[in-house]
């Protein structure tokens, strides 16, 4: 028995949830093993019933792997994963998320973060793309998802996002979508999926995500957002997405990226984050888990190690994520991305917060 399932076996299911516990080893062959294998197996319930966002899935695995250390392209199989990103453009020019399927902005951002992990942005039609986005800009700012006309600033993100890959981000109203995204701010310092809709941490990284790109950080009430992404660390070392509710490892990147381009990533604690995480790893199988003992999946698999690497909890030497674009940082340095950042203030909290009220905070640099 090797050293990682003695320490799988040792931790029975109960100890999973107890902060006191030890978490088990980082098991990385295992999480490329999981993978290849879901990346290969066509035939399983679960590849047929994500079809819709087939091209997602794939953006989530390459770039896991790609933290992870491995040869994502030679792993996953590059070439065809060109082909199934380029298969994903319509008419439109935006893409959909599987071959044949509608164009929406959120599957567009997937396939061009794909065709630009594999240094394949040059194999879809570049300009019908940005079109595509640049079309689904509204009057106010906003973004709509499609054409069926949804708005959400997850979609502003998205846009941003694109438009920034494909050097096009010019093409946008990047002034306007800037202050829709400051419209949908709250008390609480937090963002929600349009104005006045609940703050949630998924669409805090959104928000600031976009306002980074548009760079316009100087919107954001950094100390209040801070203090309310931080105060959602539960008991168990894991994040929630809304107050009173349950941890769990996708958040570990919604909130630690908006922390990392706000400079304040140390406002939380980084060792019980990464207890939480690696003890939602599924040892004997491979792949991390929403939280402790459940099933594993792409997504959670993707959004923990993201988790790991702003934490610095990888081990060896391997590209970081970028906090922003959500892709290896070597692949953002080669494409010439760039956003705004806030430089990390060590001062303790309250003394932050203090000096940013009295307008002695932070510059905002980049
Ligand atoms: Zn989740």
Redesign the pocket.
């Known amino acids: 028995m090797s050293a990682v399932d003695e320490a799988a076996a040792a931790l029975a299911y109960a100890t999973l949830n107890d902060p006191t516990q030890p978490p088990p080893p980082f098991a990385p062959e295992r999480h490329a093993a999981y993978l290849k294998r879901v990346a290969a197996d066509a035939g399983a319930l679960e590849y047929a019933l994500t079809e819709y966002m087939r091209v997602s899935g794939v953006y989530w695995g390459l770039t896991a792997m790609r933290l992870l250390g491995r040869d994502a392209a030679a792993e996953l199989g590059g070439p065809a994963l060109v082909e199934l990103a380029r298969g994903c453009q319509n008419a439109d020019g935006g893409f959909g998320g599987a071959r044949g399927h509608d164009s929406h902005v959120l599957y567009t951002l997937s396939a061009l973060q794909v065709l630009a992990l594999l240094g394949a942005l040059d194999r879809c039609d570049r300009a019908a793309a940005a079109a595509y986005v640049a079309a689904l800009q509204q009057p106010d700012g906003s973004f709509c998802g499609d054409r069926w006309g949804e708005v959400d600033t997850r979609f502003s993100y998205c846009a941003l996002a694109a438009l920034a890959l494909l050097g096009r981000l010019g093409d946008a109203d990047v002034g306007r979508a800037a202050a829709f995204v400051d419209a949908c701010r709250n008390f609480d310092g937090g963002y929600g999926c349009a104005p006045g809709a609940e703050s949630h941490a998924g669409q805090v990284f959104c928000c600031v995500g976009a306002l980074a790109i548009a760079r316009r950080l100087d919107l954001v009430d950094r100390p209040l957002l801070c203090w309310w992404l931080a105060e959602r660390q539960c008991d168990s070392g894991g994040l929630n997405g809304r107050p009173e509710k349950q941890a ?4 570990s990147w919604w909130i630690l990226s908006v922390l990392r381009m706000l400079g304040a990533d140390h406002w939380i604690d980084g060792a019980r984050l990464r207890s939480f995480i690696l003890k939602c790893q599924d040892l004997p199988d491979g792949g991390i888990a ?1 939280r402790p003992g459940n099933c594993p999946d792409v997504f ?1 698999t993707f959004f923990g190690v993201g988790g790991l690497s702003l934490l610095g909890a990888l081990p060896g030497d391997r590209p970081g994520i970028d906090a922003v674009f959500a892709l290896p940082e070597d692949v953002v340095e080669s494409l010439g991305l760039e956003a705004q950042t806030v430089p990390r203030n060590d001062a303790s909290l309250l003394d932050a917060w203090a000096a940013e009220r009295r307008g002695g905070g932070a510059a905002i640099v980049k």
């Open positions: 769990d490892v996708c958040y929403d959670h």
